[in-house]
Nanobody, 118 residues
Framework: QVQLVESGGGLVQPGGSLRLSCVAS????????IGWFRQAPGKEREGVSC????????YYADSVKGRFTISRDNAKSAVYLQMNSLKPEDTAVYYC???????????WGQGTQVTVSS
């Protein structure tokens, strides 16, 4: 059973930093996309950043380019999101997501709250 466990959310002042972690388990294939989405109150869930399934190139939403950095540790099946220069509009629940290329199966973590406020 595929599981995604997130950690690292919290309350931070504008301009501050947070690092989110997501550890994935329960699978053995290596063709998948993994990354982060977020959902702010009253808004749709949106993609933030990910490693694409083929080639492993990275994607960043325009709103976070230059501020957020995604990284991974394949040995731990983990993905991280370093968030710098945080803004109040970054406030949201952040979800880790994995999408398997060949089966198209899609899984979500439980979400971690990020609040940027003074």
């Amino acid at each position: 059973q595929v599981q995604l466990v997130e950690s690292g959310g919290g309350l931070v002042q504008p301009g501050g930093s947070l690092r989110l972690s997501c550890v994935a388990s329960g699978f053995t294939v290596d063709s998948y996309a993994i990354g982060w989405f977020r959902q702010a109150p009253g808004k749709e869930r949106e993609g933030v950043s990910c490693f694409r399934s083929i080639g492993g190139s990275t994607y960043y939403a325009d709103s976070v380019k230059g501020r957020f950095t995604i990284s991974r540790d394949n040995a731990k099946s983990a993905v991280y999101l370093q968030m710098n220069s945080l803004k109040p509009e970054d406030t949201a629940v952040y979800y880790c997501n994995i999408n398997f290329y060949y089966t198209r199966q899609n899984y979500w973590g439980q979400g971690t709250q990020v609040t940027v406020s003074s």
